[in-house]
Every structure is written in structure tokens, then in C-alpha cells.
């Protein structure tokens, strides 16, 4: 029994996507239909950029999350780095000076 693409046994549909692919992407065309109708922008009908935005944005995350690496590992993740500690900037700027800075003469090569 094959659980990772849709459709029956024999008749699937013409394209492979796994079943967490077609949630993700009803939430991310909602999404950006909810934003599109609170932004003052014009709704074209039928959704044509609205497909092809969730299509791609679908495609980039189900790159990312997949079985063995499931949504909220990749959410903790991302949480874990954005809130890691990092090194202190420096206060003061490096100066060089001139004089550090040693010159040779060369003769020209013509």
C-alpha cells in the first residue's frame, strides 16, 4: 500500500504529491487570499497568481518539511535559531593606520 500519493490504487492523479503537500498548500492559498482581501489590492478572478504563488511556496516548504522531519521540528528549528545568543558587536571601530601599511617599489613590467 502506497500512503504517499493520492488517489486510488491505479488512478492517481497526474501529478506526485504527498498527502501533508495538500494541506500545507490550502493553508497557504487561504492565506494569501485572507492578505490579499485585507490589503487594498484587486482580486482578479479565477486566482491565477494566487495558485502559482501557493504552488511555489508549497513546493519550497515540502523541500524542507518532509516524514522524517516534520513541521514542528523545522518550527523549533527556526525559533531555536533566530533566538540564539550571538556574539557582541564591537563598540569602537578597527583603525589602520598608514604607516602600518607597508609599500615596495616595482618597476614597471613594458
Request: charged fraction near 15%; proline fraction near 11%.
Amino acid at each position: 500500500m502506497d500512503a504517499v500519493w493520492l488517489g486510488p490504487r491505479g488512478l492517481t492523479l497526474p501529478w506526485s504529491a504527498r498527502y501533508s503537500a495538500y494541506g500545507i498548500w490550502v493553508v497557504l492559498f487561504t492565506s494569501v487570499l485572507l492578505v490579499e482581501a485585507v490589503l487594498p489590492m484587486s482580486v482578479s478572478l479565477p486566482p491565477v497568481w494566487e495558485l502559482v504563488l501557493s504552488i511555489l511556496a508549497t513546493y519550497a516548504l515540502t523541500g524542507v518539511i518532509d516524514h522524517e522531519r516534520p513541521l514542528a521540528s523545522v518550527w523549533h528549528l527556526v525559533r531555536a535559531e533566530v533566538s540564539a545568543p550571538r556574539p557582541p558587536k564591537p563598540t569602537r571601530p578597527v583603525r589602520v593606520s598608514a604607516s602600518s601599511v607597508r609599500v615596495r617599489n616595482v618597476e614597471p613590467w613594458w
